[in-house]
């Protein structure tokens, strides 16, 4: 079929920037709703344009599944991979390492905001969202540092202690763009 086709077609020119993301999709397979991961790779090349690298099933989001899926796409001849953006998923971030050990990995920003807001009560939403910006805003990795401490600060003194505990713990993780 012309989408087998599409997977398994080489990938030729390098690939600087990765996203990888797992998609949660219902299907239904004889009679019976399941929920099926898919994971997804979209790959940014020296021009920088984007592109859709390849699309894979995973039982779930686990090391076992991203190391199948990060196999065939480095069969496929993805390379040149210096920077690999992710949500924390503890099975892809260590599958990573096995496949490009050379690229740095990237906590995904919009991720690491709702995740955020998971901790911060609703109307704090805006106020929290232009704090956590302001840290991503910054010029260079030592101010972005610096930023962080302050949001935490200024979150401790909004009472909003899981938040500012949050930052302070996971912020490192969505600055590697940034060397």
């Not at 979209?42 to 076992?64: A, M």
């Not at 990237?106 to 901790?119: D, E, G, L, P, T």
Request: glycine share 8%; charged share 30%.
């Amino acid at each position: 079929s012309k989408i087998e086709e599409w997977r398994m077609k080489p990938i030729e020119e390098e690939h600087p920037y990765v996203f990888l993301d797992g998609v949660y999709l219902k299907r239904s397979w004889g009679g019976e709703v399941q929920n099926v991961s898919v994971l997804v790779a979209i790959g940014v090349n020296s021009e920088g344009y984007r592109e859709i690298l390849g699309l894979g099933e995973g039982s779930r989001e686990d090391k076992e599944s991203w190391s199948s899926f990060l196999r065939y796409l480095k069969e496929r001849g993805l390379k040149g991979v210096r920077l690999v953006v992710s949500d924390k998923a503890a099975g892809l971030v260590d599958a990573l390492g096995d496949f490009y050990p050379e690229a740095k990995w990237q906590r995904c920003v919009v991720h690491w905001y709702r995740n955020a807001f998971n901790k911060c009560p609703h109307k704090h939403a805006k106020t929290v969202s232009a704090m956590l910006k302001a840290i991503h805003a910054q010029e260079d990795k030592e101010a972005a540092r610096e930023k962080a401490g302050l949001v935490a600060v200024k979150l401790r003194s909004m009472k909003l202690e899981s938040v500012a505990k949050f930052v302070e713990e996971s912020v490192e993780e969505t600055l590697s763009y940034m060397d």
